[in-house]
């Protein structure tokens, strides 16, 4: 099983539309999960943190599901400039660095 | 502020040449420094990280190597290039164990 796996899309929604992307972990004892937004050929850029209890920051609001080892991200109200690859990191089995998923494509239409 | 930065930009290299690539972090002491590289169609791969001046730790064996000389500054190198070198080279760092990295701007390598 991969560390961390991701639907790579693309999910193609019209402007305004909800859309969620998930994501499967390996090692049950990770600690640290994050969501990154990676524009095309840039680096990738902290979209927000993962807390057990769930959080939200404006549009966007993370879960985490520890028993299933399943972490998700929902998008509100999309915006064309929400169009990105969304990566999904789960710190890794030696708690020393980060593990990156091959990332969510998202691709927002007017 | 912190900052971090990474250059060159983009790197043309033909087979068999060297490479060096540099990392320099701003605003911050004692970090945690990475090297990930990103492969076309592929996902971030670690391939070394660094806790402090001369510990480095290596992800994956190829024929990189990593130095970090000074607090701040992290080195990647390579003493010949292979064409399956080519990629998106992204230096990252944190401070603490279970933050969120920060990345450079990353060097785009084609080895020719």
């Known amino acids: 099983r991969k560390e961390v796996e991701q639907d790579p899309g693309p999910f193609n929604v019209p402007e305004g539309a909800t859309v969620a992307f998930n994501c499967t972990y390996s090692?049950?004892?990770?600690?640290?999960f994050f969501w990154y937004r990676q524009d095309c050929r840039k680096e990738p850029k902290l979209l927000m943190s993962v807390y057990s209890s769930g959080n939200e920051d404006g549009r966007f609001t993370a879960q985490l599901n520890r028993a299933s080892q399943y972490i998700s991200l929902l998008i509100r109200d999309s915006k064309l400039s929400d169009s990105a690859t969304y990566l999904c990191v789960v710190m890794g089995q030696a708690g020393t660095a980060l593990i990156f998923g091959k990332g969510t494509t998202l691709s927002v239409s007017s | 502020s912190q900052t971090i930065h990474q250059w060159p930009a983009t790197l043309v290299q033909p087979v068999g040449s060297p490479l060096s690539l540099e990392c320099t972090v701003e605003g911050t002491s004692n970090p945690n420094l990475y090297w990930y590289r990103q492969a076309a169609g592929r996902g971030l791969q670690l391939l070394f990280y660094?806790?402090?001046?001369?510990?480095i730790s290596s992800e994956v064996p190829q024929n990189l190597s990593a130095s970090r000389p000074q607090d701040r500054q992290f080195i990647l190198s390579s003493k010949k290039l292979l064409l399956s070198d080519s990629g998106f080279y992204l230096c990252?760092?944190?401070?603490?164990?279970?933050?969120?990295?920060?990345f450079g701007s990353g060097t785009r390598l084609t080895v020719v």
């Open positions: 990252a760092w944190s401070v603490g164990g279970n933050g969120g990295y920060t």
């Open positions: 660094s806790v402090g001046i001369g510990q």
């Open positions: 090692n049950s004892a990770s600690q640290s």
